[in-house]
C-alpha cells in the first residue's frame, strides 16, 4: 500500500489555461474526495466520489471545475480558464468506511500567474 | 450548519513542555472528531478520531484528545512537546452521512528549544 498518490506536486500556469490534476487513491478504498486548502485555512470539501458515481459537489465547484473517477479507481480533477483565485493546494483523499478518518494525499499545490 | 473552531491561530511552546490545542465543534448529532497534523507543503495526516464510546482518545506520536459534549469541545493534548512536532494542527468533525469534513483553520505550532 503506497498510500493516496497525487501528480503533480506543483503546478504553474497561466491564467485562462486549463489544468489537470490526478489522484490515486488506496486501491481498497471505495471512496474518494477532493479538498481545496488556501493559504492559512483547513482543507475545504470540493466533491467525492463513490465508486464511479459522483454523488456530492460543493458550491465551491463552479462550472469550470469537472471531476471524473472513471472505472471507480483513478481520479482527475480538471479546471477550465483558470482565474489567479483558483491558486490553492489541491488535495485529495480516499476512504474504505464512512468516517473512518480519510487518508490524504500529499497534494497539487497550483499557482495561477 | 457545521463548523469548526480554533481559538488560537498560533501557539508558541518550548520542547519538553506540555501542549493543548483547543477546538469547538458546533453540530446537531453526535460528531465524529478527528485531529489532523499537516506539515510545510504536505498532505494531512490523521492524529485521532472520536466515534463514541470512551471521551479520551489516544492518537499516534503520544497525542490524545478529550471529547467534552457539554462544551462542544475536543481538544488535543501532549504531555511533553517534541521539536519535531512543529506543525499545523486542524480539528474536523464529520457528518453522520460521511461525505465531508469541515475543518476548523488550523494552530500553527511553534518549539522552542
Known amino acids: 500500500d503506497t498510500g493516496v498518490s497525487q501528480d503533480p506536486r506543483h503546478k504553474i500556469t497561466k491564467r485562462g489555461q486549463n489544468v489537470t490534476f490526478r489522484c490515486d487513491p488506496i486501491?481498497?478504498?471505495?471512496?474518494l474526495y477532493w479538498y481545496r486548502q488556501t493559504l492559512g485555512q483547513g482543507p475545504e470539501f470540493l466533491t467525492y466520489f463513490q465508486n464511479e458515481a459522483q454523488l456530492e459537489k460543493s458550491r465551491l465547484l463552479s462550472d469550470r471545475f469537472s471531476a471524473e473517477r472513471p472505472k471507480g479507481s483513478f481520479s482527475t480533477l480538471e479546471i477550465q480558464r483558470t482565474e489567479q483565485g483558483d491558486s490553492a493546494m489541491y488535495l485529495c483523499?480516499?476512504?474504505?468506511?464512512?468516517?473512518?478518518?480519510?487518508?490524504f494525499g500529499s497534494g497539487t499545490r497550483l499557482t495561477v500567474v | 450548519a457545521q463548523s469548526v473552531t480554533q481559538p488560537d491561530i498560533h501557539i508558541t511552546v518550548s520542547e519538553g513542555a506540555s501542549l493543548e490545542l483547543r477546538c469547538n465543534y458546533s453540530y446537531g448529532a453526535t460528531p465524529y472528531l478527528f485531529w489532523y497534523v499537516q506539515s510545510p507543503g504536505q498532505g494531512l495526516q490523521l492524529l485521532l478520531k472520536?466515534?463514541?464510546?470512551?471521551?479520551l482518545v489516544q492518537g499516534i506520536k503520544g497525542f490524545e484528545a478529550e471529547f467534552k459534549r457539554s462544551q462542544s469541545s475536543f481538544n488535543l493534548r501532549k504531555p511533553s512537546v517534541h521539536w519535531s512536532d512543529a506543525a499545523e494542527y486542524f480539528c474536523?468533525?464529520?457528518?453522520?452521512?460521511?461525505?465531508?469534513?469541515?475543518f476548523g483553520t488550523g494552530t500553527s505550532l511553534t518549539v522552542i528549544p
Open positions: 474536523a468533525v464529520g457528518t453522520n452521512t460521511g461525505n465531508q469534513f469541515y
Open positions: 472520536y466515534f463514541s464510546g470512551d471521551t
Open positions: 483523499a480516499s476512504s474504505f468506511t464512512d468516517n473512518y478518518g480519510y487518508t
Open positions: 486501491s481498497e478504498h471505495n471512496r
